[in-house]
């Protein structure tokens, strides 16, 4: 028995990929907390760069660089960035 004389009640996660937002998104809800992460693609991009950190083909400083911009660049809602991005798609 837990400290305090009461039982908890087992905590029953809920997953859910969310497609709001610019990306594809792990929902997890569990006791009424909810935690979004960031798109999939992103997670995908981080994991790239973190990876060749690991293996010494770019220094650690250039890789949280890189993170550090792509998450800024993630947070801003600039239309002609966006703009730029689609006529670069199109070539």
Do not use: C
């Not at 792990?26 to 999939?40: F, H, K, N, S």
């Not at 770019?58 to 689609?86: D, Q, S």
């Amino acid at each position: 028995m837990p400290l305090g004389g009461r039982e908890k009640a087992p905590m029953n996660p809920q997953f859910s990929i969310v497609t709001a937002k610019g990306g594809h998104r792990i929902l997890m809800t569990a006791d009424g907390t909810r935690v979004e992460t960031p798109p999939v693609e992103h997670l995908a991009f981080y994991t790239g760069v973190g990876l060749l950190a690991a293996a010494e083909i770019i220094e650690w400083p250039v890789a949280l660089l890189l993170m550090g911009g792509h998450i800024l660049i993630g947070l801003t809602n600039r239309p002609a960035l966006k703009e730029l991005g689609e006529a670069l798609d199109a070539i």
